[in-house]
């Protein structure tokens, strides 16, 4: 079963804890272990994992991506979210995470983030949990 995850962005770039929906899907399929693969469906968006316990850290994450890959360059994409494409391409689109005893097996300060680059916007998520 694949769970598809709608979300809602607020600003150009932002990145927004999904930690507890892909949890809830563990919980739903009731898998005890096996992997959890998360898939972003779009190419200006991405996925990562990163410290959830201080909100500073995804402030100074989205400082950087807009100091390496600035919103205003040259680009020839007309459509003018080059800068969303790039980044998108540099984080990623996917994370494999294991489960073990019905739990993602992520570090004491890991959570997984959906990553906007060129919102807001009405975007989805997938979640698909293979057993073990």
Not at 26 to 53: M, P, Q, R, S, Y
Request: charged share 25%; with cysteine.
């Amino acid at each position: 079963m694949i769970f598809d995850h709608g979300i809602t962005t607020h600003k150009r770039r932002e990145m927004i804890d999904i930690s507890k929906a892909v949890a809830g899907d563990i919980k739903t399929e009731g898998l005890n272990d096996g992997l959890c693969v998360v898939f972003v469906t779009h190419t200006t968006a991405a996925v990562t994992i990163n410290e959830n316990a201080d909100p500073d850290v995804t402030r100074d994450m989205l400082y950087k991506f807009k100091q390496m890959v600035p919103e205003n360059e040259n680009y020839r994409h007309l459509e003018g979210n080059s800068d969303a494409h790039i980044l998108s391409t540099l984080i990623g689109c996917s994370l494999t995470i294991p489960i073990q005893n019905g739990q993602l097996i992520l570090g004491t300060w890991q959570g997984i983030y959906f990553v906007e680059l060129d919102g807001p916007r009405q975007r989805r998520f997938k979640v698909k949990l293979l057993k073990g």
